[in-house]
C-alpha cells in the first residue's frame, strides 16, 4: 500500500501538460491547452487540459479526471501502477506499507520481467561493442549498412555471442533469476539443457511508450536458408506485440512535429529511414498491423503514409493496412517502391534529400493505389473493372466521416467516368449490409418526439440538446422493444428484429457522432457497453445511479397521458409512440444528423468568412458542397425538401 502523505506529494509534483503531453499533442488555448482525443475519433479537438484546475476533459468520449484517472484510462494502469509511474517520473520515493502476498507477487514478477529486459539489453549492447566477436560480425554487419553510432544508439542495437550459454552464466554472475529470463524466452530449454535463445544475432530491442524494453528481435547473419532470418521474444506480462509498434518511442515527438507517421514491414526499414532523416517512422514488427497499433498511431497523428514492399506480399498488406486504417478514421496514402526495392534498400541507395523527395512526390491515395495495381490485372474486361469498382466501394464504405465518403466517391466517379450517384447508392447498400437500417418509407410521422419541427433557420446554429435528449429517452423507454429492420447479406435481403437500442446506437457511431450532454454521452455509453455483453439495459439499471436517477424520472415521465374514461367515452383509439417505433427511432436519429450536418455548414461558412485574404477559399468550399449532399441525403430520409 502507498502511504496518503506520499500520494499527496506525488499529486503535488505532477504537472497534468507535461504527463498528458507525453502521449499527445497539446497547443494552448486561452488558459488551457487543447488537443485530439485520444480516445475517440475525431477531426476538431476536443480534450481539454486546465493547468489551473489539474484535470483534463474528453468531450468526445467523456471521459475526465485528474493525473492520475488519465494514466489509469490511457494506459490501462491500475490505480497503485499510474502512481508509481508518476513516482518514477519526478524521482519521488515510494516505502509502501504491508502488501498482500499476492499483490507483491503480481508486481515483482511485471517488474523482474522489465529488469530481466534491461540487463539482458545491456549485455547486447556491450557484447556488440567491447567484445571482439561482437565488433567483428555484428558491428561490422551494421555499418555496412550505412549506419552511425549515433543510429545504433538511439536504437539501442546490440548482439548477441554466438554461445549456447553467454548469457546465461553472465545472469548467473549478477545473481538474476534463470526463472525469469525463461518466462522472457531470453533463455529456452531442451534435453540437452539451456541455451540462450538469440545467441550468434544482431539484437533490435523493443520499446513501450514510455521506453522501457519489453521485447527482442534478433536478426541471424548466417546464409543458411534453414534457420529463420528473424526470432522474435514471445509475448509475456509486459509485453504484447499486438499493442507495439517497433520505433514509436524514439518516432513519436517527430510524428506529432509533422503530424505525419510513415508505416513500414520491418526493425531494418524503421532505422534505416531514421538515419536518413525520415524519424516519423514505425513498424508493425513483421507482424499483420493491428487494431491496438493502429490506437497508438492515432495518439498522435491521424494522418499516414504505408510504406511496404511493392511485392505481391507487400501489395496485399497494404491493401488490407489501408482498409483497416481507413475504418479507423485516418487519412491513408501510399508509396510504392521501385520492383525489387524495399524502404530500407532504396534509402540506402539515395540521399537523404533525394529520398524524402521520392516519398514526398510518390504518395498516392487509397483509391488511386487501388486503381493502379487492379486495373494492371483487367486488361480491359469490364467483369475485372467491375470487380475493381466494387473493391474500391468496399473500401469508401468503411470510412466513418461522412464527407470524406463524398469526396473519395467524387473522385472514383471521375476516375471511371461514371454517375456519382450511382455510386452513392451503391456505397449506401455496403454500409446497410453491415449495419441494420430501416425498412420503411422514410415519410415523416407524428409521434411523440420531442424534436422541434421548425426548418433550418439560415445563420443560426442548432442547440442540439433536444435532439440528443430524445434519442436517450426512446433508449431509455424502448431500447429492448423490437423493431423489424432490413438486413442485406451476400447481396440477400432479409427482415430481422433488433433492440431498438442497437438500432439507434449503430446508426450514431456509424457516423462517428456523439453528445455534447455529457449525462446524455454517459447513458449512450453505459447502453452501449451492456450491448457489448449482450444485454440491453432498462430504466431500472440508470435508477440506481445517484447521478442519473434525476434525469431517468424526467425522461420516463410523462406530463400529459389521455385517460381511459376519456378514450371510452368518445371510441378514439390513439396511436401510441410504442405502436410506431420503427418510425418514432428513424425520425429521431436522422432529424439528429441532419441538424448536426447543419451546423457543420454552418461553421464552414463561418470558417470562409475568416479568411485572410490571402488565404485560398476553394478547400473550404469544396468541404462546404459535400456536406451539402450529405445534408440532403439526410433530408431525403425524412421526406424533407431543402430549398436553400
Keep these: ?26 497547443k494552448k488555448s486561452g488558459s488551457n491547452f487543447k488537443g485530439l482525443s ?72 511485471r517488474e523482474a520481467l522489465y529488469l530481466a529486459h534491461q540487463f539482458a539489453n545491456d549485455f547486447f ?12 560480425i555484428g558491428l561490422s554487419y551494421l555499418k555496412k549498412r550505412g549506419y552511425h553510432l549515433k543510429t545504433i544508439e538511439t536504437f539501442e542495437i546490440g548482439y548477441s555471442p554466438n554461445n549456447y550459454n553467454a548469457l546465461e552464466n553472465k545472469a548467473n554472475e549478477m545473481n538474476y533469476s534463470l526463472e525469469t529470463l525463461k518466462k522472457s524466452g531470453l533463455i529456452k530449454e531442451n534435453e540437452k539443457g539451456n541455451y540462450d535463445f538469440f545467441r550468434g544475432r544482431v539484437i533490435f530491442p523493443i520499446h513501450n511508450i514510455t521506453g522501457r524494453i519489453i521485447g527482442f528481435g534478433g536478426r541471424t547473419l548466417r546464409k543458411d536458408g534453414n534457420v529463420a532470418k528473424y526470432f522474435n521474444s514471445p509475448e509475456s506480462d509486459i509485453y504484447n506485440k499486438s499493442n507495439v509498434l517497433y520505433g514509436l518511442y524514439q518516432s513519436k515527438n517527430e510524428i506529432i512535429k509533422n503530424d505525419c507517421c510513415f508505416l513500414v514491414e520491418g526493425y531494418t526499414d524503421v532505422i534505416s529511414l531514421h538515419h536518413n532523416g525520415i524519424q516519423n517512422t514505425v513498424s508493425s514488427s513483421g507482424t499483420s498491423l493491428t487494431d491496438g497499433q493502429i490506437r497508438l498511431i492515432k495518439r498522435f497523428t491521424n494522418n499516414v503514409v504505408i510504406l511496404y514492399d511493392s511485392d505481391p506480399a507487400g501489395i496485399s498488406a497494404s491493401f488490407r493496412g489501408v482498409d483497416m486504417l481507413l475504418k479507423d ?7 510504392l517502391f521501385p520492383t525489387g526495392e524495399d524502404p530500407d534498400s532504396y534509402a540506402n541507395q539515395l540521399s537523404n534529400e533525394e529520398f524524402k523527395l521520392f516519398l514526398s512526390d510518390n504518395q498516392i491515395d487509397f483509391i488511386s493505389f487501388k486503381t493502379n495495381h487492379l486495373l494492371d490485372k483487367t ?30 466517391i467524387k473522385k472514383t466517379a471521375q476516375i471511371f467516368e461514371m454517375d456519382e450517384q450511382l455510386l452513392i447508392n451503391e456505397v449506401q447498400k455496403k454500409l446497410r449490409s453491415k449495419r441494420v437500417t430501416n425498412s420503411f418509407n422514410p415519410s415523416p410521422v407524428h409521434s411523440k418526439s420531442t424534436l422541434p ?62 453528445y455534447n450532454n455529457e449525462k446524455y454521452q454517459l447513458v449512450f455509453d453505459e447502453f452501449y457497453d451492456g450491448l457489448q455483453k449482450g444485454l440491453v439495459l432498462n430504466e431500472q439499471h440508470f435508477v440506481q445511479n445517484n447521478d442519473l436517477t434525476g434525469l431517468i424520472a424526467d425522461l420516463t415521465t410523462s406530463k400529459n397521458t389521455l385517460s381511459y374514461n376519456w378514450k371510452k367515452k368518445h371510441q378514439i383509439h390513439t396511436k401510441l409512440e410504442s405502436e410506431m417505433l420503427k418510425q418514432a427511432a428513424h425520425q429521431s436519429v436522422y432529424i ?21 485574404s490571402s488565404e485560398s477559399s476553394e478547400s473550404i468550399m469544396e468541404e462546404i458542397k459535400e456536406l451539402i449532399k450529405v445534408r440532403n441525403i439526410f433530408a431525403n430520409e425524412l421526406g424533407i425538401i431543402v430549398t436553400q
Excluded at 505532477?14 to 502521449?23: K, L, P, R
Excluded at 556491450?126 to 567483428?136: A, C, I, Q, V
Excluded at 467483369?383 to 466494387?390: A, D, G, M, P, Q
Excluded at 444528423?593 to 479568411?611: A, F, G, M
Design 1 to 26: 500500500m502507498i502511504p496518503q502523505e506520499t500520494i499527496a506529494k506525488i499529486f503535488d509534483a505532477a504537472d497534468i501538460v507535461e504527463v498528458i503531453g507525453d502521449f499527445i499533442h497539446l
Design 38 to 109: 485520444p480516445f475517440a475519433n475525431e477531426k476538431t479537438p476536443s480534450f481539454m487540459v486546465s493547468p489551473g484546475k489539474r484535470i483534463f476533459k474528453d468531450f468526445s468520449s467523456g471521459k475526465g479526471g485528474n493525473v492520475v484517472t488519465f494514466l489509469m484510462e490511457h494506459e490501462h494502469l491500475s490505480y497503485p501502477e499510474a502512481l508509481k509511474w508518476l513516482a518514477n517520473k519526478y524521482n519521488i520515493e515510494i516505502i509502501e506499507k504491508e502488501e498482500t502476498h499476492e499483490q507483491i507477487k503480481e508486481k515483482h514478477q
Design 125 to 136: 549492447k556491450f557484447s556488440l561493442r567491447e567484445t571482439d566477436e561482437g565488433k567483428s
Design 329 to 335: 478514421g485516418l487519412n491513408v496514402k501510399v508509396v
Design 379 to 408: 486488361e480491359n474486361d469490364p467483369v475485372n473493372i467491375s470487380k475493381t469498382i466494387s473493391e474500391i466501394i468496399a473500401s469508401i464504405s468503411i470510412i466513418p466521416d461522412v464527407v470524406s465518403r463524398s469526396v473519395y
Design 453 to 514: 419541427s421548425k426548418p433550418f433557420e439560415k445563420g443560426v446554429k442548432h442547440n442540439l440538446i433536444e435532439q440528443e435528449k430524445d434519442l436517450i429517452r426512446l433508449m431509455v423507454n424502448y431500447g429492448a422493444h423490437s423493431i423489424p429492420l432490413k438486413v442485406t447479406s451476400d447481396n440477400e435481403e432479409s427482415i430481422e428484429e433488433y433492440p431498438l437500442a442497437q438500432y439507434i446506437i449503430e446508426e450514431i457511431l456509424t457516423d462517428k457522432l456523439s
Design 592 to 612: 439528429f444528423k441532419l441538424r448536426v450536418t447543419e451546423n457543420l455548414i454552418l461553421d464552414k461558412q463561418q470558417s470562409l468568412k475568416n479568411l485572410s
